[in-house]
Each structure stands twice: as C-alpha cells, then as structure tokens.
C-alpha cells in the first residue's frame, strides 16, 4: 500500500479567495489542493460583475470559471469537489481533512477560505416555500418567473443587481428595502430607478410569506398584503464555517475568522481570507477576496519555508 500523498497546502473553499490563493500558491510551486462542494462560491451566481479590474462587465458564472480554469487547467493544482465534514490537527502539525464521501486529505498547512452563505429574513413561510417561490439567488432561478410579478428583498448591490436582472425576465418587480434609502453603489441605484418595471417600496418589511402549495403573496409589516409568485430574499450574508475542527478559531461576535493583516489566524500554519475573514474592513468584494487569498498564500508559502 503507497504512502498517502501530503499536500503542502489544503484551501477549504473554492470562491474568488480560494482560487486566487491556489494560483499563488501554485506559481510558488506549492502543491495545493482546493477543496469545495461549489466551485465559484457565491461569487458564481453574480448576476453581473462590472467592478472587477479588466472586466467592465461580466457573469459572475464566466468570471469563476475564468478563474478555476487558471488555478487547475493552467496551473495544475488539485481540484477536490467535495464537502468538509471534519479537519484535525494531528500531533505532528499536519492537518487532516475528511470529506464527503468518505475520504481523508492530509496537508502541512491550510487556508480556510468558505466564504458566507445567504442571510435570512426568519419570518414565518420562508422555509415552508424555499424552492416554491422563496429564492435566493437571482442567477440561478429567474428563469422560473418569466412574466410573473415577483419581489426582491434589500437595499445593497446584491438586492439591485438582483432586481435590475429580475426586471428582464419578470412582468413586475417590487423592491422591497426596510430603510428610507438603498445602501448600493450609485450605478446601480440610477440603473434601478430607470427601469420602468421595477417599483421601489422604502421603509417596508415583510411579516410573512403566504400561499398555498407555493408563494402567492406576501404579508408587510404594516399589515399590508403584496401578491407576487415569488420573492427574493438578497439581505446580505454570513460566513460559513460548517465543519468541525478539533482546534479553536478566534472569530468575531458575527463568526468571521479573526486574520492578522497577513492572514494567518491564532492557529499555527491556519490561515484565512475571503468573506470567511474579518479582513478589508469587512468591505465584501470580490476584488477583497482576490487580494486576501494572495496574501494567505504568500504567508502560507513564507511559513511552509520557516518549517523545512
């Protein structure tokens, strides 16, 4: 039986920071590996990017795979789709990371890089109608409206990119935003409030989600009904660390990996970048993440050189 293969590098998660840091860690000529039930991340269902350097505008879809082409196909790293269930630091310093299915994935060092997931709104229905009529992402399930009326909770850049996409498919899009003012970058704010077939609805909250075998209206705060076939819910996100680990991270009140400015944690050779971090003033970008995940792999090979 052959020795089992030690990665000097192992990346949980596969988003913007993951891959970046597995394409530094690469042309270091750092044998990585990067592990992720959803390569892309979040980032993947981005309706459209057009803040990335050297792309105007572009899917998050394209982007991703730009990405994960140049990490795997050109650089050679390791592509592991799987999900983390548990990673142990074992008495010799080496982590070992077991997946779904059943698999062990030993490294020397580890970057943790899961991202967040989406936020939700905790009212009653949301769970009851999730997938019949309750969405959370706009790329991935717009389709399924075409000339219905559908409602787009929050006020950030995901709520109106979401409506903004929602508007070209969609009969009728509301926009839902519980403050008196959007929280969004002003290209997309004018893009919205251009847009004939999207109603921005200030100050309103939804009590809860109502119909019958699938989503038929909505119940505001104020007592209000909305009919709509469908809604989603773009309120922002929380990082994911949904693992176990037989070490304790240092996090945030919020759960974000607390990450010194070269990114390592208060675990040695445990690094973090991305959404997951506490890093780049909590400012969540995928510009951030690209930066993050370069600086982790920098420190991790940096470290890597300290313990040969």
Known sequence: ???????????????PAGLTASVYASRYKVNNVVIADLMGGMA????????????????????????????????GATQKNAKVKNIDKKDDGTFEITVEPAEKILAKSLIISTGTTHSKLNVP???????????????????????????????????????????????QVYLLVRGDKFVGEMVWVDRVNKTPNIKVMFNTSVKEIAGQNKVEKLILA???????????????????????????????????IKVAPDMRTNIDGVFAAGDVTDGSNYFKQIATAVGEGSIAANSAYKWLQLKQ
Not at 245 to 250: D, I, K, Q, R, T
């Open 222 to 256: 104020d007592g209000s009904e909305l009919p709509v076939n469908g809604i989603f819910v773009s309120i922002g996100h929380k990082p994911v660390v949904d693992f176990t680990m037989n070490f304790a991270l240092e996090k945030d009140d919020q759960g974000h």
């Open 44 to 75: 993947f269902g981005a309706t459209e990017v057009g803040n990335f350097p050297s792309h105007p505008e572009i899917s998050g879809m394209e982007l991703m795979q730009k990405m994960q082409s140049h990490a795997f196909e050109s650089l």
């Open 125 to 171: 229905g949301e769970n009851e109608f999730r997938g019949k009529g309750v969405a959370y992402c706009a790329t991935c399930d717009a389709f399924f409206y075409r000339n219905l009326e559908v409602a787009v909770v929050g006020g950030g850049n995901v709520a109106l990119t979401a409506a903004l996409h929602l508007a070209k498919i969609a009969k």
């Open 1 to 15: 039986m052959s020795e089992q293969e030690i990665f000097d590098l192992a990346i949980v998660g596969g988003g």
